[in-house]
């Protein structure tokens, strides 16, 4: 595949997760990512874990990407996660604000993400390429879309090397961001987050808290299929398909794929890809 593709991970609660998630990044590894991100919780919840599997990762000889949320922590909690990274030979991280962990009002010494960037930046020089996250349907707190944008241009302008989509499933809206971003000097590579579709239920839960828009078209079939779950995998794998074939075509720079710890679906879309 000459599609540049990257996986997402988040960090198991239990050795049983460990275990598993072993298992389907051997199977996802036979797709040649050019990179594994894994995710950090709220706060920083998961620290211990996110960096555990990421240096497992790099021990298998992949380049592995931790994420970096900034929201709630100091900067000298910043500073001696950047130097384990550092000292484990781990050259990108995925750079972002984070949500506050429920109950804590305090936001830290981080308010965005720009600034995380430019701390980064300040302590490492270009030790680390950086990615930072892209809304094309704009984030749930934006005030407004043109305010969400010029965040984005301060991530850019502050040291990113490139971007990733929140998912979505309207490509239009990722055009349209790639040349809205691109109008104010952003530019760097923006590569769409895919999100593979598992079940429904869950994922209408999850789009509506993150802003993502599933279209009254796609939602009225699912719900058409009540538990049909032969059905809504189905026609889960045509929709994501379709949409990668269309982001490529129209000039995406490769695809971002959040696994959910699971590699089957993530799997068969690649190989209709080709």
């Not at 592995?64 to 909690?77: K, N």
């Not at 936001?107 to 930072?132: C, D, K, M, P, Q």
């Not at 959910?260 to 068969?268: F, G, I, R």
């Amino acid at each position: 595949m000459n599609t540049e593709i990257s996986i997402e991970f988040f960090p198991p609660q239990t050795p049983e997760g460990v275990d598993k998630l072993r298992t389907v990044r051997a199977e996802l590894a036979k797709l040649k990512p050019s990179f594994f991100s894994v995710t950090f919780g709220a706060g920083g919840s998961t620290r211990e874990r996110t960096f555990s599997v990421v240096k497992e990762i790099a021990a298998e000889g992949f380049d592995a990407a931790p994420h970096l949320s900034c929201i709630g922590s100091t900067r000298a909690s910043i500073r001696d996660i950047l130097a384990d990274y550092k000292a484990a030979g781990i050259r990108r991280i995925v750079a972002l604000r984070g949500d506050l962990p429920s109950g804590m009002a305090e936001t830290g010494e981080f308010r965005y993400a720009n600034e995380l960037i430019e701390f980064i930046r300040a302590e490492t020089g270009n030790w680390f390429s950086l990615e930072v996250a892209a809304y094309p349907e704009w984030h749930p707190q934006a005030r407004s879309p043109k305010d969400d944008l010029e965040a984005f241009v301060r991530k850019v302008k502050a040291g990113a090397n490139s971007a990733i989509t929140q998912y979505f499933y309207n490509a239009d809206a990722y055009f349209s961001f790639v040349d809205e971003a691109q109008a104010l000097g952003a530019n760097l590579p923006i590569v769409p987050g895919i999100m593979p579709i598992v079940g429904f239920t869950k994922l209408a839960r999850f789009s509506d808290a993150c802003g993502a828009e599933i279209p009254r078209w796609m939602r009225k079939k699912f719900e058409s299929y009540g538990d049909d779950a032969d059905s809504i995998r189905a026609f889960g794998l045509d929709i994501v398909t379709e949409l990668c074939e269309r982001l490529l075509k129209g000039g995406a720079p490769g695809l971002h794929f959040y696994s959910m710890n699971q590699s089957a679906l993530t799997t068969e879309i690649c190989r209709r890809l080709g």
